[in-house]
């Protein structure tokens, strides 16, 4: 009896596994580009015709090949960068499966050229739908050529899956940016039909970030830098300002290796959470940094996915690192075009004021309004000599339309969105206060009622207790009414009746124990926003500065609870460039 099962023949074999590592020319120029920086290049041009779907060239000048490795190099599961399963569980290269130049000779017209440092001249040998052909000298200053031409022609049913040559050629261009990201140190062209595309100079790790993402992106982002034993975490993270809606600028890198992993882009995602809308996706180039068994890079051909030994260590680094970058004070400016102060810089002591204007800082849970009855700073704050010592956000000027307030600085103007700031500010603090169970609250004289539904009134029956653990008192009078007799002391300016019926229709949604774990942040940042001070509210000067002195004390102040910025600063230089003084 014949046998169903039989053995696949070589090309048949090749063409199949190529499926796995070549998906696309992006694929196929990511093993190209990985080759020449194992290589040790520090120079790599890049030059693709339709897309990278008529032509993917790739020149190096690594250290070459030498006539005995060309053949090799085409030949499935050969490398130079393993040679044992220790090796493999502690990868150092970015390529090591010896899989790449194999997968693109069995599925297009491949030619390799190369040249070490010794050898007298170069040498090359090309590979047709996986025929090799003879290796033979060539003209070649140094390095390595590879060129991958017609891909997928001899697999037409691959082929026609691939997108316009448009689509493809931004698929390469996004492979390129991420491997220039993580080598500052290379020089790197890349040109599409004949015409360069872009080219960036070797430089350091922000520079190179500034290059491929923009002076706006550098500008815009915080400096992280955290170590924890053997792990360490680097790059920018741009504040909330520069956030969009699409996840086009997130680079996360794993030893240099960059990576899509679901528990990294979880802890990062929950780091932004305080500071981000949440329909905005953040932007960040972050470079993680572990020994090389602590992660293993063998999960999936593509080598873009990993697995942690100790994932949860790592998430909880990831979180606690970048949430601390972000956490500043209101140091942080989110505005690319101005100039920026160091995000912690020291707080300078207020100028000797009279006795009862000496406490400025902003105490929450009183109020603004406890600072209505203080005596007028002195009667303006340019009187104040050159030489004198200002805190960050310096000193309230006046209002600006009742929104926002107008102060000066060392630096020059500053202007504070009043609402937004306080709003920040008021959030924090109920967060400190949930977290040290410490909520106060505040009685109502005269609770208030409000008109629910019987859904509504069963709920509060069973959360009632837990409700007070976050300073409200509500009670059921009948299934279509509840009394309001206490509210948090951080919110007691707020509508009580608002307050009741926002916190009403969360714990109708989510639950009142879902609420109070999950979505915590979520409540207590919708009760921030009714406990900051409203827009048209006049403020005396005492009020604004105690404002800017606990924006100056509070962590992440440079953003509202949604995002966005809470103040910018004008350099003085600026303002004069404005009105062309020194002309």
Known sequence: MTPRIRVLPDPLISQIAAGEVVERPASALKELLENSLDAGATRIDVR??????????????????????????????????????????????????????????????????SRTRDEAHAWEVACEGGRLGEVRPSALEGGSVVSVAELFFNTPARRKFLRSAATEYGHCAEVWRRLALASPQVRWTLSHNQRVQARH??????????QVLGEDFAAAAVAVEAQAGPLRLHGLAALPAYAGSGREAQYVYVNGRYVRDKLISHALREAYRDILHHDRQPAYVLFLELPAEAVDVNVHPAKTEVRFRDARAVHQFLYHALERALGGTAGQQPAARLETAPANVPHAPLPQYPAAQQSMRLDAAQGLAFYAALAQPPAAVSALTEDAEMPLLGYALGQLHGIYVLAQNTRGLVLVDMHAAHERVVYEELKRALDARAVPTQALLIPVTLSVDEAQSALLEEAGDQLRT?????????????????????????DPVALARDVLREVGEYGVTRLLEERRNELLATLACHGAVRANRRLSLPEMNALLRAMEATERAGQCNHGRPTWFEWPLAELDKLFRRGE
């Open 201 to 210: 100079a070797p430089t350091d790790a922000a520079g190179r970030i500034a």
């Open 470 to 494: 976050i300073g409200f008192d509500l009670s059921v009078l009948s299934p279509t009414a509840v009394a309001v007799r206490a509210v948090p002391a951080l919110l007691k300016d707020a």
């Open 48 to 113: 693709l015709e339709e897309g990278g779907m008529g032509l993917i060239r790739v020149e190096d000048n690594g250290c070459g090949m030498g006539p005995e490795d060309l053949p090799l190099s085409l030949a499935r599961h050969a490398t130079s960068k393993i040679g044992s399963l220790d090796d493999l569980e502690r990868v150092a290269s970015l390529g090591f499966r010896g899989e790449a130049l194999a997968s693109m000779a069995a599925v297009a017209r491949l030619r390799l050229a």
